[in-house]
């Protein structure tokens, strides 16, 4: 087993041990106090924030990833290249609108809660989602495409076993961007009443309370890593498969 593997399984054993028992890494945080402050938060389940917090980022890549490919889909069809630079507008709005702002828009029509965050979330990922696809689709090799079509598949068999195939890796670069920015950027949610694990940073904030925002902050931070290598690690397979099958 590699150096890396073992750092990445030490790093889920301690993320993993932290969430079940916080009160147990204490004397780790309590240097960071100040004035006789907890060294753990306390004030909600740290194991259901985080549950929460990966359910909701879930949720959003996932629409974002159907959103997106779907788009890449179309605009990659003879039948729907006119609606790229709609699709990219679509997908850029995400990016031209930060998602503080999209929480400001949303809330006054979807109340408190998750679902604000649920459409920042979801309209921040469009973008690396739709480009990675839309580059996938259109930089296949065209005698592969070729071959398929004089194999006699219809459009429909081309794009579900060579094109999609063959586009995955990338499809899947595109996915772990959107990831790893949602982590990050999901602890906004808990400005307005998203349970996420920015409660913990931003309890330590407003109590003027180190430990806290670094407890937080590092949960958040070990997620992203992880959720990182995993889908690296999945890229990599892909990326073997469609080399043997584009042989």
Not at 125 to 136: A, D, H, V
Request: aromatic content about 6%.
């Amino acid at each position: 087993m590699t150096g890396g593997r073992l750092i990445r399984l030490a790093l889920v054993g301690l993320l993993l041990a932290f969430l079940a028992r916080p009160t147990a890494f204490a004397p780790v945080f309590a240097p960071f106090t100040r004035n006789d402050a907890p060294a753990i938060y306390t004030q909600g389940d740290l194991l259901s924030l985080a549950l929460n917090h990966v359910a909701l980022v879930a949720a959003a890549v996932s629409a974002a990833s159907l959103v997106a490919v779907g788009f890449a889909i179309l605009v990659t069809r003879p039948s729907g290249t006119d609606f790229l630079p709609l699709s990219r507008a679509i997908a850029n709005i995400g990016q031209t609108f930060p998602p503080i702002a999209v929480l400001a828009l949303t809330v006054p029509a979807l109340g408190f809660g998750p679902a604000p965050t649920f459409v920042a979330l979801l309209l921040y990922g469009l973008l690396p989602i739709f480009e990675n696809t839309l580059t996938g689709l259109s930089g296949l090799d065209p005698a592969v495409e070729e071959a398929a079509r004089g194999s006699g598949m219809t459009g429909r068999q081309r794009l579900l076993r060579v094109e999609l195939p063959l586009a995955l890796p990338l499809i899947l670069a595109g996915i772990r961007i959107a990831t790893v920015i949602s982590i990050s950027t999901a602890t906004i949610g808990s400005t307005v009443a998203a349970r996420t694990l920015g409660e913990v940073i931003i309890a330590g904030l407003l109590s003027n309370n180190p430990a806290f925002i670094l407890q937080g902050g590092l949960v958040v931070g070990a997620m992203a890593v992880l959720a990182h290598d995993a889908f690296s690690w999945a890229e990599r397979r892909a990326a073997r498969r469609a080399g043997h099958a584009a042989r």
